[in-house]
């Protein structure tokens, strides 16, 4: 136990105050930077009280992105993600928990150590096979020679193909596995008594209704703790959306278009960039997960410390 002392108090308190003043700042200056003109914004000494552009700026800076599709694009795939995430990491969880087959735990493993592999480090094999997701498959045909087979029996070649860039099944395929996920699942998972296992099975339950009769309802703090994660994780995503969307007109993610509004300032000979557009955008895509992790807080928190398991 922890002793509760005054100076213990008045230490943790400043600490907090400090690390939340850090946060706060950085969230202040984009706020205020989003309310100038182009000329206070880009002025020195750095203004720390807000002007009087901000519905200005948001007007113009909406108009220039185009985020109207661009939000609809990121909604979809940040749901996608998120649906697909929670639905493999339950089903993965309940097979390692609930499943006694030879292996489950180097399987654990194996996708445990998957959460030193983040995206950016396996970035060139994932894009090859966003490429063409039938590659693997066409690898084993051409090994085990039958690809051979079927070119000699029909004089047919075997050619599998299947390109998910610029496409939503490629923005989200990729990015629904979850080392995460199933790892929180499981841990709950192994929380659940043998006894209720027991008595579904006396009640005729099979394993899919157990699943979704028994251990679903029992893991809703355990979801919103995961969507809330995985759908600040989804919408925040800016390299592979980069990478594998070149339409950008149709399928641009919010994230990749604000830097449209920061020119380069190799392609265009220099220039001034346009920093009150650019944080005025940044504080319009802030808000979707900030929307979501404050409805979510009380779940999500649940969800973590599992208090009522």
């Known amino acids: ?15 907090l ?4 003043v850090i946060i706060l700042v950085p969230i202040w200056l984009a706020f205020v930077a989003a309310t100038q003109t182009l000329q206070a914004v880009n002025s020195a000494p750095v203004e720390f009280w807000p002007g009087d552009q901000l519905f200005v700026n948001l007007r113009e800076a909406w108009a220039q992105s185009d985020f109207g599709p661009k939000f609809v ?19 993965t969880a309940f097979a390692l928990v609930f499943f006694n087959f030879r292996g489950r735990m180097l399987i654990f493993w194996m996708i445990f150590i998957t959460l030193m592999l983040p995206l950016e480090v396996r970035i060139v094999p994932t894009y090859a096979v966003a490429a063409n997701a039938l590659t693997p498959f066409q690898t084993i045909m051409d090994w085990t020679g039958i690809s051979w087979l ?30 995460t996920g199933t790892f929180l699942y499981r841990q709950f998972f192994l929380t659940i008594p043998d006894e209720l296992v027991e008595a579904a099975r006396m009640d005729g339950a099979g394993p899919l ?12 703090t355990n979801i919103a703790a995961l969507a809330t994660i995985m759908f600040v994780y989804a919408w925040n995503q800016y390299l ?4 594998v969307v070149t339409d950008r007109a149709n ?14 300032q190799l392609t265009t000979g220099g220039g001034t960039p346009t920093w009150h557009l650019a944080m005025a955008a940044t504080l319009v895509v802030m808000l979707p997960p900030i929307a979501i992790v404050i409805l979510m807080q009380r779940w999500f928190v649940r969800g973590l410390i599992n208090t009522d398991k």
């Open 150 to 179: 079927i070119a000699m029996l029909s004089g047919v070649e075997v050619a599998l193909e299947w390109n998910l860039l610029n496409s939503y099944t490629g923005l989200i395929l990729p990015l629904v596995a979850t080392a």
């Open 73 to 91: 694009n990121t909604l979809i795939v940040a749901t996608g993600v998120v649906v697909g995430k929670i639905t493999l990491a339950c089903i």
């Open 209 to 220: 209704r157990f699943l979704w009769d028994v251990l679903i309802p029992l893991s809703k």
């Open 17 to 20: 105050g400090f690390g939340l």
């Open 251 to 264: 399928y641009g993610m919010v994230v990749v278009q604000l830097s449209d509004l920061v020119p380069d």
């Open 1 to 15: 136990m922890i002793e509760r002392t005054p100076l213990l108090n008045i230490a943790t308190h400043v600490i």
């Open 240 to 243: 592979w959306p980069l990478l």
